[in-house]
């Protein structure tokens, strides 16, 4: 089989290294890729939001798979734009159509989806411009804190969450008035705020039946202690120990199988991952997102504990023959530590010489934001690497992490020293 994955990241570093040890892969082609996926498969320059592009490239290189990597292409429809085109019907295509995608592309729309069919969510309202008056008088009857998150994409930064009504009154106004989150923020979710601990966890689905996949945690802040600004992740472990047979229970009872039912329900035409971020509630799952991809840095932990042959599975999405599929998972605990840019994620420098890589002996280094000058390889993003090891338990896995992470270095680089810690 021939594959080509789109996307750049840590997430697609890890999915990359899984599919090149698949028994039924012949070529695998990454785009646009980074240093690291070279090492897995050949990297492709092509933009994944270039549809027409794409097309081209598979049609040339008689891909037999495209797998998605992050939620852009799929918001914009690169599934919808696959089955409309009779050059490209045949060739499978892993994530969902535009509608499914809605999941994470609308957060109104996964509320609405998830009012439905009856999945645990915080109480929410949905606002624009015309109904101001009356989001204002919601948030009024709702405790602090308050959460407003824009409606749309926003590159992580839609969700504000604000201790005092006043200001929140006037964030939700500014969003809707003077557009600061752009189109994303033309319609502002306004949320119950939920108390508890997250935790990331991930199906496939050919649109009928899922396989659960691992669950991770991620740790979302910069500083340690979880201070700080939001990030896209700073490492992430698996399994969560909090996750136990009866907490799984309800997730799978109360959001999953509701959540696949409701899919095909609706007929909408999912095939690919995924993504609940959950929120334990003195023992109870409450859905805070849905997205329609894997998370990263969740992957580099989640992927390494597959046993089972990747691509098997991801064909039996994509034959709708899930259900016949076997997966198994690695006993092993997992753990994987972002290195990232100095001053991420706010403004940093690209172009950092990264020294240290083949020392590394006892962990998965999987690049996120990295690029090749001739034989070195540089920085090139706010995330840098994920550095992800197995062990025993997650305290192990971590230790070990840690200890490849001494051995890696560039100009101001910085990790977190306490990922997992409050698990142990
Ligand atoms: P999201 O982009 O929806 O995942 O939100 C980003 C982050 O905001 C989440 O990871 C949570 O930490 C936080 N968050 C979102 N919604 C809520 C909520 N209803 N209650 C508490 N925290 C929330
Ligand atoms: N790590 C969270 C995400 O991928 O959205």
Same mark, same amino acid.
């Given at each position: 089989m021939n594959v080509l994955l789109l996307g750049s990241g840590g997430r697609e570093s890890a999915i990359s290294w899984k599919i090149a040890q698949s028994s039924i892969l012949d070529t695998l082609y990454i785009a646009p890729g980074n240093a690291g996926t070279k090492a897995w498969g050949k990297n492709v320059t092509l933009n994944p939001l270039d549809f027409d592009a794409v097309k081209k490239f598979v049609l040339e290189n008689r891909i037999d798979m495209v797998i998605v990597g992050p939620e852009e292409p799929l918001v914009l429809g690169i599934s919808d734009f696959f089955k409309s085109d009779s050059a490209l019907k045949n060739v499978a295509l892993i994530g969902p159509s535009k509608h499914g995608a809605q999941l994470e592309g609308s957060k109104s729309f996964a509320k609405e989806f998830m009012m439905r069919h009856k999945i645990p969510t915080a109480r929410y309202g949905s606002f624009t411009v015309e109904t101001l008056r009356e989001g204002i008088d919601f948030m009024s009857s709702l405790k602090p804190p308050y959460v407003l998150k824009a409606? #749309?994409? @926003? @590159? #992580?930064? #839609?969700v504000i969450i604000l201790d005092d009504l006043n200001e929140a009154k006037e964030t939700f106004t500014r969003i809707l008035l003077d557009e600061t989150f752009g189109e994303a923020g033309k319609t502002v979710v306004i949320e119950q705020f939920l108390k508890g601990i997250e935790l990331s966890v991930f199906v496939v689905t050919d649109g009928i039946s899922f396989k659960l996949l691992p669950e991770a945690k991620d740790y979302k802040?910069? #500083?340690? *202690?979880? *201070?700080?600004e939001n990030t896209g992740g700073m490492g992430a472990v698996s399994p969560v120990t909090f996750a136990d047979a009866g907490f799984m229970d309800k997730v799978l009872n109360q959001v999953v199988i509701p959540t696949v039912k409701g899919i095909h329900k609706e007929s909408i035409d999912y095939k690919g991952f995924i993504f609940f971020g959950l929120i334990n509630v003195k023992g109870d799952p409450f859905v805070i997102e849905y997205n329609c991809r894997m998370g990263d840095p969740e992957t580099e932990v989640v992927i390494p504990r597959i046993k089972s042959d990747l691509l098997d599975l991801l064909e039996g999405i994509s034959t709708q023959t899930l259900s016949e599929r076997d997966v198994q998972f690695s006993d092993l605990s997992a753990a994987t530590v972002m290195m990232v840019s100095g001053g991420y994620p706010r403004a940093y420098e690209k172009g950092k010489t990264i020294y240290g890589l083949n020392a590394v002996t006892d962990s998965l280094v999987f690049h996120a934001g990295t690029c090749s000058d001739g034989p070195q390889v540089k920085t090139d993003g706010g995330r840098v690497l994920a550095v992800t090891s197995f062990g025993r338990n997650i305290e192990q896995a971590l230790q070990r992490s840690y200890e490849s992470l001494e051995k890696i270095s560039f100009e101001k680089a910085y990790y977190r020293k306490d990922i997992g810690q409050d698990l142990i």
């Open positions: 409606d #749309g994409l @926003a @590159a #992580g930064k #839609g802040r910069i #500083g340690e *202690q979880d *201070q700080g």
